[in-house]
């Protein structure tokens, strides 16, 4: 039986971190002038790109797919890690996933095209996305973030492996 | 008008961004939330000027801002994992009591405390994010019920069942084990 009082202390205990530096000054501020500023995708970059998250970005301009750099086994299913760094928190993003060839999104099966509004914060934003592995070969998850009339693609390339297929 | 803004709000952003934290256990996002919410209120100036009592209306209008958020993010197919806070030192706040001396504690207590603290932290990243909600609008910022479905724009009857689930759950979660799981934010739950 959970005491209370000693609850109520425990919880009012609970560390609250501090914000960053000059927080009060910046929301204040910030407040008054509505700043907005454009999203700079350029300038964001795509955040820290660790061996275990691949992102390519693809350009406007018609590509070649890009060599598969996660490798499924059949009906194998992962949640891979895609990483949407942000200079600025922003409202009402629009994200787009496509999905095609050799795999599927968990609970999406059938489903090639997933549009959600969001809100991305500043700095990493950590989509997980719940890979399955359908039939053997090449798939493509293609992310694309669209916000104020800026968009940008993401890629990821996976390869499905067929039981007994051991090519790494 | 920026002036008198700056006035009426500035003592009130740091209470703020407590119940932002707590509600979403994410820096980065308790300080969006914020902002969000000061943006709002600034262009409702006039009005704010006549209410008596700022940091419980700015509250309610944080609120329906966590819970737009909430909706969004939900019809999200996959998970987000924002960056957590670092446990820092905790807010110099003239509201919060001060612990007591050290040299009053015996080391079990403390010892004690430690676990008790842990568990408490772990259990609280488990529960849904309107319990956290009324939770702390009620247990931590000691509002009344009567506040509390101010705030959250419910009656107060459903405003008192809520925080009665949340206790409940709370305590749930305290009883179901020394090491739950550690949450990411929004992330399901797990088989």
């Known amino acids: 039986m959970v005491d209370v009082n000693k609850l109520r202390e425990s919880l009012s205990a609970m560390p609250v971190p501090e914000p960053r530096p000059g927080f009060v000054d910046r929301v204040l501020a910030n407040a008054k002038h509505d700043i907005r500023r454009p999203f700079n995708w350029w300038a964001a970059g795509l955040g820290a790109l660790a061996a275990t998250i691949a992102c390519v970005a693809l350009l406007w301009k018609p590509a070649p797919a890009p060599e598969p750099s996660i490798r499924l086994a059949?009906?194998?299913?992962?949640d891979v890690p895609l990483v949407i760094d942000s200079e600025r928190a922003l409202d009402d993003a629009t994200i787009r996933l496509y999905v095609t060839g050799s795999v599927e999104l968990a609970g999406y099966e059938q489903q090639h095209e997933i549009e959600w509004k969001t809100s991305l914060t500043a700095g990493a934003n950590l989509l997980s996305l719940p890979v399955v592995g359908r039939a053997p070969g090449d798939g493509l998850v293609i992310a694309e973030i669209e916000h104020q009339g800026h968009t940008r693609r993401l890629s990821l390339a996976l390869h499905v492996t067929a039981p007994g297929d051991d090519s790494a | 008008m920026a002036a008198e803004f700056d006035l009426l709000?500035?003592?009130?952003?740091?209470?703020?961004?407590?119940?932002?934290?707590?509600?979403?256990?994410?820096?980065d996002q308790a300080e969006d939330l914020v902002q969000e919410t000061l943006t709002r209120l600034y262009s409702d100036v006039p009005r704010l000027r006549e209410i008596e009592r700022v940091r419980p209306w700015a509250a309610r209008v944080m609120y329906r801002i966590?819970?737009?958020?909430?909706?969004?993010?939900?019809r999200s197919p996959v998970?987000?994992?924002g960056r957590s806070g670092s446990t820092g030192e905790c807010f110099d706040d003239e509201d919060e009591q001060a612990e007591a001396p050290a040299d009053t504690w015996n080391p079990e207590?403390?010892?004690?405390r430690a676990f008790e603290m842990e568990r408490v932290t772990a259990a609280w990243a488990r529960l849904h994010e309107q319990h956290r909600v009324v939770l702390s609008l009620h247990e931590i910022e000691g509002y009344s019920l009567d506040e509390v479905a101010h705030i959250i724009e419910v009656p107060v009857g459903t405003a008192k069942s809520r925080l009665n689930r949340a206790r409940n759950r709370l305590r749930e979660l305290l009883n179901e084990g020394t090491n739950p799981p550690a949450p990411t934010?929004?992330?399901?739950?797990?088989q």
């Open chain 2, 9 to 27: 709000m500035r003592g009130h952003v740091r209470p703020l961004y407590r119940y932002a934290y707590r509600w979403t256990g994410d820096v």
């Open chain 2, 185 to 190: 934010c929004n992330s399901p739950e797990t």
């Open chain 2, 109 to 112: 207590d403390l010892t004690e």
């Open chain 2, 66 to 74: 966590f819970l737009d958020w909430l909706r969004r993010t939900r």
């Open chain 2, 79 to 81: 998970v987000y994992v």
């Open chain 1, 74 to 78: 059949l009906n194998e299913s992962r």
